[in-house]
């Protein structure tokens, strides 16, 4: 039977071992995606979320990284198991990524039409002049002028630059496109152009979409379906009404309390007490017990398992298993 999901990954565990220890960046996570959807992947730095998305391209660096366990089910494929030279030929072709800098993502030698040309010969067998005029017409579908695949990139401002890496990820139409802090070094406004371009071009190509970001506001703007991850774990997880109207877990809570609110009059924002746990040495029982203000003993014991509260929508915690009692925020 053909599963509708694109993208489906199971039980996926990621570690990398150094001398300091074993850091446990990705615990037992699921994920899935179907085509022309878009997942949110929020967290706070060091959670996770770009080691998960350099897993599902599998481009773990290894050593000293290693996936565990756990499958990444790409068109009913499990990727675990394609060999590099599969890999090859998915990568940039069926998925794609726009990495975190766009300043860092970019070759300053070689000119911003061959560096979106190289994507198109070696995926689509187009010869040079062909693919030099293909990607002229990707600069022009990012908004940037055909003439300019002469520049090099030092010649770009930034808002610019993750244009140009919009485009290369897009030259060969994937099917799955996983951006990486897309908007992070950009100002708001270039932000917003950025988002929308991104929108608009998933609408024509029906590209399925993973947007690893700690922004809220980037979320509600353009994904149908959420993951907030800590400490390498999803705690929860949802379409993005139930998440943003029906917050369960004590972190997402604790997430969006510490967001300035337009309607509140309020003096000072709510930070969540405390930092993330260190990956080589994480909490016992709930990862989230040394920073909750539901915490009890058995929090630091137990490991929630994950309850579905209503279609879709997965939290990772005991009050919902029943055995602890949910407290306000003060």
């Known amino acids: 039977m053909m599963s509708d999901k694109l993208l489906d990954i199971k039980n996926l565990s990621i570690a990398y071992t150094t001398e300091d220890g074993t850091v446990k960046a990705v615990n037992n996570i699921d994920l899935n995606l179907k085509e022309g959807e878009t997942l949110g992947l929020v967290g706070e730095t060091g959670a996770g979320k770009t080691t998960t998305a350099l897993g599902i391209m599998k481009l773990i660096p290894t050593p000293p990284g290693e996936i565990i366990n756990g499958n990444i089910f790409f068109e009913g494929k499990d990727l675990i198991h394609e060999s590099e030279d599969d890999m090859r030929g998915i990568r940039g072709n069926k998925i794609s990524m726009i990495f975190q800098d766009p300043m860092t993502s970019l070759n300053p030698v070689l000119t911003v039409g061959e560096q979106i040309s190289e994507v198109i010969e070696i995926h689509q067998d187009l010869n040079k002049s062909d693919a030099m005029k293909k990607a002229g017409e990707m600069l022009e579908l990012v908004g940037i002028p055909a003439p300019r695949v002469n520049d090099f990139p030092h010649q770009f401002s930034g808002g610019m630059k993750q244009r140009v890496v919009v485009a290369i990820a897009l030259a060969c139409n994937p099917k799955l496109l996983i951006a990486d802090e897309p908007t992070t070094a950009l100002d708001v406004t270039i932000q917003a152009q950025v988002l929308d371009l991104m929108n608009d071009l998933k609408q024509k190509f029906k590209t399925a979409m993973i947007i690893i970001t700690h922004d809220l506001g ?84 137990r490991e929630p398992r994950s309850i579905e509260m209503n279609e879709g929508h997965f939290v990772k915690c005991l009050i919902y298993e029943g055995l602890v009692e949910a407290e306000e925020l003060k």
């Open 218 to 301: 980037v979320v509600a703007q353009v994904c149908d379906k959420v993951a907030i991850m800590y400490a390498g774990e999803i705690v929860e997880s949802g379409k993005i009404e139930d998440l943003f109207e029906n917050t369960k877990h004590p972190y997402t809570k604790g997430l969006f309390a510490s967001i300035p609110n337009l309607y509140d009059d309020v003096d000072r924002l709510k930070p969540i007490k405390g930092v993330l746990p260190d990956p080589t040495n994480l909490p016992s029982g709930c990862k989230f017990h040394t920073r909750c203000h539901n915490a009890k003993n058995i929090c630091k014991t």
